[in-house]
């Protein structure tokens, strides 16, 4: 099955500064790459995410790139602010419900 | 519209007692999933429903049962609880399969004594 690795797991910046989270998948079938941000006792919900047709997208400070042929793809987070303190997790999945998350990143923005 | 809810919120268990963990959509979505969530492995797929009526094992199905009694409702049972499942439980529904953004649940924490 789907194996979903995911780096760092914890990253600490500085408000203002750029934060980089990146998965590697293993099914070259995986077509489906969403990310989750959760806050601390708080539910996951999905901030990005991008199809296997799409090498980037963006919404506002988030983006996600993907690469099909390495088997990757990114978060970037751009002028962090403290409120996006929280754990993301990045997931890939087929066009079953088979759904691979990775192990998740600590982000911490310092004022 | 309350989206996904799950009850309880949290549970204290025996090792060895059984109980079911409810959850409820009223989204109208067709698939409904349970994960669980430990530290510092991510969420991890227990069971999950296409549509009503069938269910399939995900990745850790061992010690779960479920049921999906309709379309808004699908429970997950642990009927000999052991300490291992300890956990995060979170419920989840997509309008079908595939790549669709998941609707969690609040989650339920439950400790096993």
């Known amino acids: 099955g789907e194996n979903v690795e995911q780096h760092p797991s914890t990253l600490s910046v500085q408000e203002g500064d750029s934060a980089v989270i990146k998965c590697t998948y293993s099914?070259?079938?995986?077509?489906?790459f969403p990310w989750y941000k959760q806050e601390l006792g708080k539910r996951p919900q999905l901030i990005i995410d991008i199809r296997s047709n799409v090498g980037e997208k963006k919404d506002q400070r988030i983006a996600v790139t993907l690469n099909k042929t390495a088997k990757h793809f990114s978060l970037h987070i751009t002028e962090t602010q403290p409120e996006d303190s929280a754990v993301y997790f990045c997931a890939a999945s087929t066009n079953n419900n088979d759904m691979r998350f990775g192990a998740g990143t600590r982000l911490t923005v310092k004022p | 519209n309350a989206g996904v809810t799950q009850t309880p919120k949290f549970q204290v268990l025996k090792t060895g007692q059984s109980m079911t963990l409810q959850c409820a959509q009223d989204m109208n979505h067709n698939s409904m999933y349970w994960y669980r969530q430990d530290p510092g492995m991510g969420l991890r797929l227990i069971y999950y429903?296409?549509?009503?009526?069938?269910?399939d094992k995900g990745e850790v199905p061992n010690g779960y049962n479920v049921s999906r009694l309709n379309k808004r409702e699908f429970s997950l049972r642990l009927e000999s609880a052991a300490p291992s499942q300890t956990s995060v439980y979170f419920c989840a529904s997509t309008p079908s399969t595939g790549g669709y953004e998941q609707y969690f649940g609040p989650g339920t924490r439950l400790t096993v004594t």
């Open positions: 429903s296409a549509s009503e009526g069938t269910t």
């Open positions: 099914d070259s079938a995986s077509n489906y």
